[in-house]
């Protein structure tokens, strides 16, 4: 069974402290990713994005650059490049303390943008890292985008690629909230059309340049397949196949 879980970058940084992990959440995530390998559990094929948080939102803010706006300062691109780099480092240690084969996957080398911003990426490398037994670890990144220069991919886009090139079985989204909340702050179980939720959704409450859970919900509506957000007290029930959260099924 193929899973594409995405570590929000609010659930694994101190999205208000420039360049901070958020240790003992990183550390949780990846016992519970650790347990769920290594058990009966439905997880076989895994694959895991990572946000940006406090690393790649505040370098790209600082460079005017989302995944619309682009620039052509290659030191610019670099500034947001490395900072993924860093964080992903230290996702990567975690998960290898825990014997999780983990092995990464830069987008910038392997993903573009055309002129209408539509994101080509190559899967080749995840698949055959797949096939040969290791957990490949994306994350929110820059990629080359015809006319604008380097361009912000989200970890949402590639779990929304992944997801469809690789015809998974399950996606979660592991936030900081307990699911998409209504204007009550109630988790809504389900979310069949954007209007369903539109009134209660909103940005993130920080830096952010990828569109906060607004953009999170609008893209996973376009998948062919139901995805589940949750917080992370439910990473480890969604890795045993249960359904926490919000399940948003377009
Ligand atoms: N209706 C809503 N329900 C839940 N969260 C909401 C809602 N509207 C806005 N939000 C905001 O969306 C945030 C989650 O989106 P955000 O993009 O920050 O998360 P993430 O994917 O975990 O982090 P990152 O983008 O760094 O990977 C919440 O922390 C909250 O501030
Ligand atoms: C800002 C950068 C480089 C990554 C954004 O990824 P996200 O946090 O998944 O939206």
Request: with cysteine; charged share 20%.
């Amino acid at each position: 069974m193929t899973t594409i879980l995405k570590l929000g970058g609010s659930v694994i940084t101190d999205k208000d402290r420039r360049e901070t992990v958020d240790v003992p959440a990183l550390e949780a995530a990846a016992t519970a990713v650790a347990s769920a390998i290594d058990t009966e559990s439905p997880v076989d094929d895994l694959v895991v994005v990572h946000g940006g948080g406090s690393y790649g939102h505040y370098h790209a803010e600082e460079h005017g650059v989302s995944t619309t706006d682009g620039t052509h300062d290659a030191r610019a691109a670099l500034a947001i490049h490395d900072a993924m780099k860093r964080l992903n480092g230290h996702v990567l240690d975690a998960f290898g303390q825990r014997d999780v084969p983990a092995l990464p996957v830069h987008p910038l080398s392997v993903g573009a943008r055309d002129a209408e911003g539509d994101l080509s990426f190559s899967l080749d490398s995840v698949r055959t890292m797949l096939a040969e037994g290791f957990v490949p670890v994306l994350h929110g990144d820059g990629v080359a985008h015809a006319g604008e220069g380097v361009t912000v991919v989200s970890g949402d886009e590639l779990v929304v690629r992944l997801a469809e090139g690789l015809d998974a079985d399950r996606v979660g989204l592991c936030s900081t909230v307990p699911g998409v909340l209504d204007t009550n702050d109630e988790v809504v179980p389900e979310i069949r059309e954007f209007g369903d939720v539109a009134a209660a959704l909103g940005g993130s409450d920080s830096t952010d340049v990828t569109g906060g859970m607004a953009a999170k919900v609008r893209a996973l509506l376009a998948l062919g397949a139901p995805a589940h957000i949750f917080g992370p007290d439910e990473l480890e029930a969604f890795l045993a196949g249960d359904a926490p959260g919000t399940c948003i099924d377009g």
